[in-house]
């Protein structure tokens, strides 16, 4: 009786432990993804910093437009428009406009927004686009933009 015994229980850890391991080399696993198939939009590689410079090699951003954007968290925009201010004092003939601060509920929060074009010194900056001191740079495309993102 003990032989048997000893004989079903030296089967059943023998099951318990083999049923497992071919049941877990068969077992599939599939991730959903809940909203759907996401073309994934391929990063844009930062143009060349050189136009920036004069023949002599220094920084020349005479008549260049710089934009400002801000990410609409706790004084960011502020910090932004000083960096603007000080480009405009330390570099005269620099052009610093304002392009807007982005909420949190912005698109923008989601690198789609609508001022991309802008932002990319493709599209012409709206009618009503001036400088921080005041000088229109309407029809002017951006050269260059400063984003400030604060966490």
Do not use: C
Not at 59 to 76: C, E, M, Q
Not at 93 to 100: D, E, F, R
Not at 102 to 131: C, E, F, M, R
Request: charge should be negative; hydrophobic fraction near 50%; aromatic fraction near 8%.
């Amino acid at each position: 009786m003990k032989k048997l015994l000893a004989i079903v229980l030296a089967i059943v850890l023998i099951a318990a432990i083999a049923v497992p391991i071919a049941v877990a080399s068969t077992v599939t696993v599939v991730a959903l993804n809940p909203l759907g198939a996401i073309d994934i939009q391929q990063n844009i590689p930062l143009t060349s910093r050189d136009r920036f410079l004069d023949e002599d090699g220094n920084v020349d951003f005479y008549d260049r437009v710089i934009g400002l954007s801000a990410y609409s968290k706790t004084f960011n925009s502020q910090v932004v428009q000083a960096l603007g201010w000080l480009l405009m004092e330390h570099y005269p003939g620099v052009l610093v406009v304002n392009t807007g601060v982005a909420d949190l509920g912005s698109p923008w929060n989601h690198k789609t927004d609508a001022n991309y074009d802008q932002w990319a010194g493709i599209a012409p900056l709206p009618a009503n686009a001036v400088t921080l001191d005041g000088i229109s740079v309407a029809g002017r495309t951006l050269d260059a933009v400063i984003f400030g993102v604060a966490d």
